[in-house]
């Protein structure tokens, strides 16, 4: 079988002062996932982002950490995925998710941004909203007024652990995803 090309993003906002935050919980899971892999991050400027590639379950994998702010995600990922031709059915995109319960996390392919403001630019940007997610669940504050200084401060240490683990869980299913077996890794990952 030929190997793929893969951009595989995570959402957060770059800077020292939201690495910890639970709106950056997609960098969280490159990280891990840059780890596993063996490959480190460097800044593209052309790309505004930081980037690792490598090769991952047999696929050619770039992994993309945009150096914008959350509503300007799409800006990163179109210019990857445009330079390299990737196609959107092969973009993965991580990202945290209000409407699930803390450590719960659900792969689906398309859909709506659900209010996420950067999964609204990259669909903007990329034309198409038929990506997959990696949706993590971090939770809601109980009233939308908190929202914002909820996701943007950081969880409880149990809350993180709960976070850290939906993160393992989803990485044991990602050959799955990238050889295209998108029923074992969301039967899988949805029983956890």
Same mark, same amino acid.
């Given at each position: 079988?030929?190997? +793929? ?5 995570g959402?957060?906002?770059p800077?020292?002062? $939201? ?9 969280? $899971?490159?990280d891990?996932?840059?780890?596993? =892999? &063996?490959?480190n991050?460097?800044?593209?400027? %052309?790309?505004?982002?930081?980037? !690792?590639? &490598?090769? $991952? !379950? ?12 959350? #509503?300007?995600? &799409?800006?990163? /990922? =179109? ?8 196609? /959107? +059915? #092969? ?10 319960? /803390?450590?719960?996390? %659900? ?15 990259? !669909? =903007? ?7 997959? %997610?990696?949706r ?11 929202? +914002?200084? $909820? /996701? ?7 809350? %993180?652990?709960l976070?850290?683990? =939906?993160?393992?869980n ?14 074992k !890794? ?7």
């Open positions: 079988m030929a190997m +793929t090309n893969w951009l595989i993003a959402l957060g906002n800077g020292p002062q $939201y690495e910890q935050t639970r709106h950056n919980v997609g960098f969280w $899971y490159l891990q996932l840059a780890h596993d =892999a &063996g490959v991050f460097t800044v593209e400027k %052309r790309y505004h982002a930081q980037l !690792a590639q &490598g090769q $991952y !379950a047999g696929h050619k994998v770039f992994l993309l950490k945009p150096l914008v702010f959350m #509503n300007r995600s &799409g800006q990163s /990922v =179109a210019a990857l995925a445009n330079f390299y031709k990737i196609p /959107v +059915t #092969n973009i993965l995109i991580i990202h945290d998710d209000l409407d699930l319960p /803390v450590g719960t996390a %659900r792969l689906k392919r398309g859909g709506g941004h659900g209010g996420h403001n950067g999964l609204r630019d990259i !669909a =903007a940007r990329l034309g198409d909203k038929d990506f997959l %997610r990696y993590l669940g971090i939770g809601h504050p109980g009233d939308s007024s908190q929202v +914002t200084d $909820y /996701v943007l401060s950081k969880p409880s240490q149990p809350d %993180r652990q976070i850290l683990s =939906a993160i393992d989803s990485l044991r299913v990602l050959p799955d995803v990238l050889s295209g077996d998108l029923e !890794a969301m039967n899988w990952l949805h029983s956890q």
